[in-house]
């Protein structure tokens, strides 16, 4: 059954959404319309998962976790759960370019903009760090929640390595 909550956080109300007992998407604001295309799933603010990730969230936000331990089921293709699994991999408060993630799957540089599309598509955002993922020049490219939200995120991440 999908359920779904609204988790506050320093960058967003984010909308989780649980599909079992795993995170299927975790979305920015503006919400809008997003319940109709999940199916209009029930709300339930109770849900063990929630409260987890909800904990986990706070611990990210304070410089105390790195990494995500609730458990994922994102919906998406083969290629782009595989590219999922390799943003997950990126060490907390580095970066990685499109080709180096192709790289990690085995692919070369011609799969990077095929990795970019995965990465723009990613339904469970900051969990699945594909803020981490920037262009080959450094430069931030295309994020979801907004490049202020990306910059905001890579700069946490930063300051609190130190």
Known sequence: MTVWTVIGSPVDDLLAVADGDALAGLYFTPHDGL???????????DHPLFARLSDELAEYFAGEREAFDVPLDPPGSDFQRRVWHVLTQIPYGTTWSYGDVASKLGLGPEAARAVGSANGSNPIPVVIPCHRVIGADGSLTGFGGGLQRKRLLLDLEADLLF
């Open 35 to 45: 319940l109709e295309r999940l199916g209009h799933p029930e709300r339930d603010d």
